[in-house]
């Protein structure tokens, strides 16, 4: 099963096989070409969320939640949930700081990397800064949600032209200015998981919840 989607420069569908435990993209004749599937020969534990940088690194999220039994499956053969980063073939652990990474975007102009960890103890929101060699540094605490109400911790993540981030959080969708200001919070009829960007403008988000697809302008 998939779960993160995204397109490359090329217009190609980059896809988080969730079940399949790697990551593939969606050639223009419909064949499959695997970019990441094992970290030092041991397989991914289920890719998540994803996005690319503009020199055309993938960064995803690789924590446990697609084995029926999360942290405790049997088949889990990497002791960490990581980020990671692969680029001309060559894949690289880039932080492991997270118990459970799921949301994932870079700002704007690229200085900075959010994750979201989906931790019920430790819900926050990390912002690094990225590296010329594609390294992450000073990650710090970004937004901390774990005293809101509501069970679902930080899920899929993106963010607008101006920097402001749109993270699905317990309650709903928070929006969040590039200086950690909670703008408002989006309530749907089923939360929302993940989002994307559409419409000629550019300017309506489309939202994936629990049953259904909805879609907001902004």
Same mark, same amino acid.
């Given at each position: 099963g998939s779960n993160g989607l995204t397109l490359d420069r090329q217009r190609r569908l980059t896809i988080n096989q969730h079940g399949n435990r790697r990551v593939v993209r969606m050639e223009k004749n419909g064949q499959l070409t695997v970019l990441a599937?094992?970290?030092?020969?041991?397989?991914?534990?289920s890719p998540n969320d994803l996005v690319y940088k503009s020199d055309g690194a993938l960064y995803f999220t690789d924590p446990p939640? =697609? +084995?029926?039994?999360f942290f405790d499956d049997p088949r889990k053969e990497l002791p960490f949930s990581g980020v990671f980063a692969v680029k001309d073939g060559n894949l690289?652990?880039?932080?492991?700081?997270?118990?459970?990474?799921?949301?994932?975007?870079?700002?704007?102009?690229e200085k900075y990397l959010y994750v979201g960890d989906?931790?019920?103890?430790?819900?926050?929101?990390?912002?690094?800064?990225?590296?010329p060699d594609g390294s992450l540094a000073n990650g710090k605490v970004f937004l901390d949600m774990t005293s809101e109400p509501g069970e679902d911790a930080i899920?899929?993540?993106?963010?607008?032209?101006?920097?402001?981030?749109?993270?699905?959080?317990?309650? =709903? +969708?928070?929006?969040i200015s590039p200086e950690g200001k909670h703008l408002g919070t989006i309530i749907l009829p089923?939360?929302?998981?993940?989002f994307?960007?559409?419409?000629?403008?550019?300017?309506?988000?489309y939202l994936c919840a629990r049953s259904g697809l909805y879609r907001i302008k902004l």
């Open positions: 599937d094992h970290y030092e020969g041991k397989r991914l534990n939640f =697609g +084995l029926p039994k690289k652990l880039v932080t492991k700081d997270f118990t459970g990474p799921n949301g994932i975007a870079f700002s704007p102009d989906w931790d019920e103890k430790k819900k926050v929101v990390i912002r690094y800064e990225v590296q899920d899929g993540m993106k963010i607008d032209k101006a920097g402001n981030l749109y993270v699905s959080g317990p309650g =709903g +969708l928070w929006i089923k939360h929302p998981h993940n994307a960007w559409g419409d000629a403008d550019g300017k309506t988000l």
